[in-house]
């Protein structure tokens, strides 16, 4: 039920076209006090138009929309340029209320997709390196812009675009061949490469030849060499492994694991392409293509030994994901250190005249701090993504056996909490913003977290238990005071949704359940929903809304609502 909308067709409709409802919508606002009204139309831009003051315009309109207001409205009155409405509060929670009942979860969807195939590129990780911050936030980010453009009515495809291919790979397989063995790897499969990796690089200093022979490697493994490719599969399977536990805990699942590697038999035609369109030029014993008009630097396509690039992978990734799932828009959920990176993919795309090249969206955000500094994954310093996970998960359950020690379904909901908290903490910022890393934060039950929205929801689902048999129900009285600050956050959830998939941002839905759990735990404080009256069954309805409401808005952001805590 979306009232501004009722208003602004009423306003419209005694407008003579001057102005339609969709202008009216987006200025109408909320009135500086609650004794004003409910909903503010100012008359401003009016004014201009009719040429006449907003005063004597607020004037007429209020008494024309007295006349045909309705029940919905219990007064329409001006006051100083605004024509401002009273809502019949009664009837409008009732109205917002079966709304809710009636459609679940899924009330806030909305068709603005048509169905169309939207690509996101999320995740993405590098085989033989620990799951960085930057990859969590990634996977949570993109994890929940799926679920969002999913309710928005589009078809999401989640790619998991693995780094699954480049020299540092030839160099891997030569410190393998030098210091490693089957069993530390099998045992430790990241740490152990990691370290390989490092040595790797610590012993080149000292030996440039090894850097050769590193590319050398590689040129075997592009070449389809036997041993290069097999030692290249066993490393990417055990990452794999390892990252598919780090995927398990948080729930995410993907559509495509095509990572880098997928491409190698799709970048000639990319190159071929190139040079037909001319856009290929010698640079420094490299080929690139120039992007100066673009005001960018060259994007590098192939080096002199012939060795493709990341951004040549890129530009058959994108070719193929058009080809493959024709998308509408194809998102790439990356950190703003790539920002540069994604201009050149779309720059040159655009110059070899592929006119999808504008569908192309790179979705930016910010570094996960550690005391206010870059958390670094290189020189051996790691977090390891699985082990915060598993903290989180252990402080949760701590915090379940010091407060409910009797639930019955503890691992499960420690699990819920602590990978919630840790999701919650990075959705509910802006995406660009830094984020400051700290467990403890995250896990509060007070405050802005994750484990403070679902601590509503099941306090929510309490009452539900508790009021056993009765058939909760907004047919019967209620005033509509009390409950009203509920109300109208229960029916901004749709626009919540809406601006979330405008902004590509999650944080709207983690801020909106944030601003409907303080809403609803002020009600719960105030009225004793309990309470045998006439009054009572609406109240449960209340309460039954605004827990589908948090458990549809916490499911957008990847989060599950355990019913009890
Ligand atoms: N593996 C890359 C990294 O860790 C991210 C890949 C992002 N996706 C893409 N299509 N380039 O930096």
């Known amino acids: 039920m979306n009232y501004v909308k009722d208003y602004a067709e009423k306003i419209a409709s005694v407008l003579d076209g001057f102005m339609s409802s969709s202008e009216i919508e987006p200025i109408i606002e909320k009135p500086r006090f609650m004794n004003q009204g409910d909903l503010a139309f100012p008359c401003f831009q009016l004014a201009k138009v009719m040429k006449k003051s907003p005063v004597v315009i607020a004037e007429g309109l209020s008494k024309q929309l007295q006349d045909i207001s309705g029940e919905s409205f219990e007064r329409i009155v001006s006051a100083g340029g605004y024509v ?3 809502l019949n ?13 009636d459609k679940k979860e899924k009330y806030g969807d909305f068709d603005i997709g048509g169905n169309g195939i939207v690509t996101i590129d999320l995740s993405s990780p590098n085989i033989a390196k620990p799951f960085s911050m930057g990859h969590l936030r990634s996977t949570v980010i993109g994890n929940s812009l799926a679920l969002i453009y999913k309710k928005s009515g589009y078809k999401p495809v989640k790619i998991n675009h693995l780094g699954d291919w480049g020299t540092q790979f030839g160099k891997l397989i030569k410190a393998y061949k030098l210091w490693g063995s089957e069993e530390t790897v099998k045992e430790n499969p990241i740490k152990e490469l990691l370290a390989l990796y490092v040595k790797f690089h610590e012993e080149a200093g000292a030996n440039p030849q090894l850097e050769q022979e590193g590319r050398d490697w590689f040129r075997r493994l592009e070449n389809d060499d036997q041993e290069a490719l097999q030692l ?13 536990k780090i995927y398990d805990l948080m729930r995410v699942e993907f559509d495509s694991f095509a990572g880098e590697a997928f491409y190698n038999d799709k970048m000639d035609k990319i190159v071929e392409l190139l040079e037909e369109k001319a856009l290929l030029e010698e640079s420094d014993c490299a080929q690139v293509v120039k992007l100066e008009k673009e005001d960018l630097p060259p994007c590098l396509i192939k080096k002199s030994d012939g060795a493709t690039l990341y951004a040549t992978r890129d530009l058959a990734a994108a070719k193929f994901r058009h080809d493959e799932y024709g998308f509408i828009k194809s998102l790439y959920i990356v950190g703003n250190e790539q920002t540069l990176h994604f201009k050149q993919l779309k720059a040159v795309l655009e110059k070899m005249d592929l006119t999808w090249a504008q569908d192309l969206v790179h979705i930016p955000f910010g570094m996960m701090l550690k005391d206010g500094k870059k958390m670094s994954t290189r020189k051996g310093k790691v977090i390891l993504l699985e082990d915060v996970l598993n903290e989180s998960i252990e402080l949760a359950r701590l915090n379940i056996e010091e407060k409910n020690p009797e639930l019955a379904t503890k691992e499960d909901t420690a699990k819920i909490v602590g990978v919630g908290a840790i999701i919650f903490h990075d959705l509910k910022n802006f995406r660009m913003n830094d984020i400051e890393f700290s467990l403890e934060d995250m896990l509060k039950v ?47 959830f749709p626009n919540a949704v809406k601006r979330a998939h405008e902004k590509n941002d999650p944080s709207q839905i983690a801020k909106y359940v944030l601003d409907l759990a303080q809403a609803f735990n002020k009600y719960y404080g105030e009225v004793r929903i309990l309470e045998e009256n006439e009054e009572r069954l609406t109240r449960l309805a209340v309460v039954q809304s605004v827990s589908i409401v948090l458990e549809e808005g916490l499911r957008l952001l990847g989060i599950q609502s355990p019913k009890e805590m």
Do not use: D, H
């Not at 509060?89 to 009942?101: P, Y």
């Not at 290249?232 to 598919?244: A, C, H, M, Q």
């Open 232 to 244: 290249w599969e066993w490393f990417r399977e055990e990452s794999l492994k390892e990252f598919k």
């Open 446 to 492: 007070e405050g802005e977290t994750g484990p403070y929205v679902q601590y509503t929801n099941a306090r929510a689902q309490s009452l539900l238990r508790k009021a056993g048999e009765l058939t909760v129900s907004c047919e019967g009285p209620i005033n509509g005071i009390s409950e009203w600050p509920v109300i109208t956050e229960l029916a901004e």
């Open 84 to 86: 401002n409405a009273f």
């Open 89 to 101: 509060k009664s009837m409008t929670a009732k109205k917002v209320l079966k709304e809710i009942l």
